[in-house]
């Protein structure tokens, strides 16, 4: 049995829920769980921002123990501090090259990795050291 920690959508039409549960794999997308590890609401609320909540402990046991979360939960858990980055790759075009260079995942944009800051040398040249 292979565990997926992944969204199950609550709420009505157009006012979405979801509630982050623990679910073999198996198991339709609202359906049978084996545990309820939070909750996530992407409708900003009064001041703007997305509710979640989540269970680090039990979470952090299930990752533990080999389960696979899932995309959406992957990027809610980046968020939230518990696992690194995912990987991302920019798309040029469809079904053509892929561009190699690495995404900022919070802001999408490329990292430019050439950028290095100057290096200042202090000592004197040699041709400054002649008596």
Request: aromatic share 6%; proline share 11%.
């Amino acid at each position: 049995m292979v565990v997926r920690l992944r969204l199950s959508r609550l709420g009505c039409k157009n006012r979405p829920f979801f509630r982050v549960m623990a679910a073999d794999s198996r198991s339709p997308r609202d359906g049978k769980h084996i545990e309820v590890l939070g909750y996530f609401n992407p409708l900003p609320g009064q001041d703007g921002g997305k509710r979640m909540g989540l269970k680090f402990d039990r979470i952090k046991y299930w990752l533990s123990v080999g389960a696979q979360a899932s995309d959406p939960v992957q990027r809610l858990l980046f968020r939230s501090g518990l696992l690194p980055p995912p990987p991302m790759v920019a798309m040029g075009r469809k079904g053509g090259e892929r561009d190699t260079r690495p995404v900022d995942p919070m802001t999408g944009r490329f990292v430019d990795a050439e950028k290095k800051p100057p290096v200042i040398d202090n000592q004197p040249k040699e041709e400054d050291k002649s008596p």
